[in-house]
């Protein structure tokens, strides 16, 4: 049994690299691991881990992290930080940024995709793989070129005067008004107080509104390849510009990217969205994309009154799963479904493909683009009031109808 | 340690207390458990809904013999129905019978109608400041749907457990309340409000715990259907549901078959009673029929292969 201050010194260390390997740990939190140690049996070997867990984990994404690291550090606690964080970093490819659980199960699906020779792993060895996944697809990366100062201030203004075709939404609290509303009772008994007893003068509060939550899910197959880096551009002024963006990016897998496009610096941001998407302009896989999003973060994203803005042209290539079921649960998570379809550049265009017309009855409003080439057109066909608007969410369900007469 | 001087000392205590109260728990909990307790700091609960995350904390206050005191977070959720607020009624009164006893001095006045006579305690004012003065497990109830400034709100409260109320100053707890927050992550809870707490991800339970879980919770309940409810739910985990069904379902719906007077599963009767364990149209759809029967035939090989007790 190590002294007291061994332990403490070893506990820092490992402290240090969970660090490395993405935990947010300050001072502070080491400190809080060594005072929560101080609590159990630190011999009990269980108790020892747990404690540590319950004092540094803080987010489900990182018990594996934590598992792992404490795997290696505790074998051999006295080896220098930096080759154990090597050794975990080489084992499991473990960047800064966060693993979820998802993630790793995409791995494991990515390598069932990739009709890999399957063997049984020891158990050991599958956790590894389970972490190990950067290297499992050999995919594109993108490079997007350097945004101009010009194209900048454009996205600004653009995304200044930018309306989302979704009514904000009305919140339980309440902001004091001057005109008529209802009673404020705090600042009425308070001004009745100031004024003199004999009169009480009324003040007025009303229920604050603020904007819906959205849940962007932007289509990057190659169909799409020509807009690409416009849309990236929209939806990083979007993330920038208001609370509750997410961003998902889908080819023929789902990538979270609200991460990457809350960097301030769009190059920066564009930078990591084409190291960090493997997918770029390939095919699409609409269904697959879309159950995913719904099993995994549709509960986590879409409450509290989220509207999703679906952007792709419908061409799917997926032959397995059901697109019109995925569709329909969508609908009923989000509150309302913005789908906006860049492929009308054609205006005889015809719902022909077997996609879109799965897609259709499913959508609140639908927003065909005739000509989206620039971020102008964007704003427009989702802001502007010449998209198809359902009164209602029942009658929403059949947007199929304004297609016609969007084509005309 | 907290004055009331009956927090458990060990983990080893802390399973027995919640043991004592029905509530199977592994030793990880027990020792998040523990660590919050002794430490005086918040327990964040993480996990699918139907895990018992609730109800550790409605465990915690009767085992420790302390108060429950609920807040069910909703969005909206304000000062005025969390914290406090003024009678505003018994204000105007006590005005008017001012006016009417010539009263005039004005800040005497302010004084008398802003003091905690006039005040109404809401559940976290309660729990900082308990009437009977005996601190309360306090259960914060899915934060994730409370809006984040009032999660911004809860971090004064939850580091320092005191409450500014503007016209009467800051009110401490003399002994802070133990403190249960769950989450289901509709939203994510920031990471402020996390590094305050001690963290601990309820899963869903394997086997051998959920049937020492449901067992304890339905006592009455014959052990072969135990162990068949039990292993047909945890293979129904490993399919591609929209929810998965969470151990609450598993005690549900066994009590629901006690009550239509089964002692076996059957396909006929897992097709009446799947709308117990699954909550969504598609996932029942998916599952009724063919799908329940060969999980029922695999149950069965399984449970035929490895005969317990």
């Known amino acids: 049994m190590p002294s007291e201050t061994v332990l403490a010194e070893r506990v820092t260390r490992f402290g240090r690299l969970l660090r490395g390997a993405g935990l947010k740990l300050g001072p502070g939190q080491i400190l809080e691991g060594i005072e929560a140690l101080s609590e159990v049996v630190v011999t009990d070997r269980r108790e020892f881990y747990w404690a540590l867990h319950a004092a540094w984990v803080k987010r489900g994404e990182d018990r594996d992290v934590f598992r792992e690291a404490f795997r290696l550090f505790w074998r051999q606690p006295d080896r220098p930080v930096n080759r154990v964080l090597e050794e975990l970093l080489a084992l499991s490819r473990i960047t800064p940024e966060r693993r979820s659980p998802q993630s790793q199960k995409r791995v494991l699906d990515a390598l069932d995709d990739e009709k890999r020779p399957k063997r049984e792993l020891r158990a050991e060895e599958a956790d590894v793989v389970r972490l190990a996944f950067s290297d499992v697809e050999v995919l594109r990366q993108k490079d997007f070129e350097q945004m101009s100062s010009a194209e900048l201030r454009e996205a600004q203004r653009l995304i200044a005067r930018f309306r989302f075709p979704v009514r904000d939404l009305q919140t339980r609290r309440w902001t004091p008004v001057t005109g008529r509303g209802a009673i404020d009772m705090r600042r009425t008994m308070r001004a009745s107080l100031r004024q003199g007893l004999d009169h009480i003068p009324l003040r007025w509060r009303r229920r604050k509104t603020r904007p819906p939550g959205i849940v962007a899910l932007c289509d990057i197959s190659g169909s799409m390849a020509g807009y690409t880096r416009m849309l990236i551009r929209f939806l990083h002024a979007l993330s920038n510009d208001r609370e509750q963006v997410h961003t998902f990016l889908f080819g023929t897998r789902l990538s979270n990217v609200t991460r990457a496009l809350r960097h301030r610096d769009v190059d920066v941001a564009l930078a990591e969205l084409g190291a960090r998407v493997r997918d770029w302009d390939g095919g699409t896989r609409i269904s697959s994309c879309l159950r995913r999003f719904n099993r995994e973060w549709s509960r986590r994203v879409l409450a509290q009154g989220a509207s999703v803005l679906l952007i792709t042209d419908g061409l799917d290539r997926d032959e397995t799963g059901s697109l019109e079921g995925e569709m329909a649960r969508l609908q009923r998570s989000a509150r309302r479904v913005v789908w906006l379809n860049p492929l009308l550049r054609y205006a005889d265009f015809q719902p022909q493909a077997r996609g879109i017309r799965a897609m259709l009855p499913h959508v609140d409003d639908f927003r065909p683009a005739h000509n989206l080439v620039s971020l102008e057109a964007l704003a427009s066909a989702l802001g502007g009031q010449h998209g198809q608007r359902p009164a209602g969410r029942t009658s929403g369900r059949s947007a199929s109808a304004s297609l016609s007469a969007a084509a005309e | ?309």
Request: glycine fraction near 6%; aromatic fraction near 6%; charged fraction near 30%.
């Open chain 2, 1 to 309: 340690m907290t004055e009331s001087g009956n927090v458990p000392g060990s983990v080893d205590s802390v399973l027995e207390l919640l043991a004592g109260q029905s509530y199977i728990a592994d030793r990880a909990l027990a020792t998040a458990v523990h660590l919050s307790l002794t430490l005086n700091r918040p327990l964040l609960l993480e996990g699918e809904a139907g895990v018992g995350k609730t109800e550790v904390g409605k465990v915690l206050a009767k085992g420790l013999g302390r108060r429950l005191i609920r807040l069910q977070c909703y969005e909206g959720l304000d000062v005025a129905s969390a914290v406090y607020e003024w009678d505003y009624a018994r204000q105007m009164i006590e005005i008017r019978l001012a006016e009417a006893s010539g009263q005039t001095d004005r800040s005497r006045i302010e004084r008398d109608l802003f003091s905690e006579k006039f005040l109404i305690r809401r559940p976290l004012l309660e729990a900082i400041q308990p009437s009977d003065g005996i601190a309360p497990v306090l259960l914060i109830d899915e934060l994730d749907r409370a809006d984040e400034p009032f999660e911004a709100f809860l971090l004064e409260l939850l580091s320092d457990f005191q409450i500014t109320v503007p016209e009467l100053g800051t009110l401490k707890a003399e002994e802070p309340p133990v403190v249960v927050i769950t989450s289901n992550r509709t939203r994510e809870i920031h990471d402020a409000l996390r590094r305050r707490c001690f963290y601990y991800w309820l899963d869903y339970p394997d086997a051998a715990r959920e049937l020492e879980i449901v067992r304890v919770r339905v006592p009455e309940a014959a052990a072969s259907l135990l162990r068949q409810v039990v292993a047909f739910v945890q293979q129904l985990r490993s399919v591609e549901l929209f929810k998965l069904p969470g151990v609450a379902e598993s005690i549900d719906w066994t009590r629901a078959l006690m009550a239509l007077g089964k002692d076996e599963l059957d396909g006929a009767t897992i097709d009446e009673t799947l709308g117990v364990l699954l909550k969504y149209e598609d996932d029942v759809g998916r599952i009724r029929g063919a799908q329940a029967q060969a999980t029922l035939a695999e149950v069965q090989r399984e449970l035929a292969a490895a005969p317990s007790e």
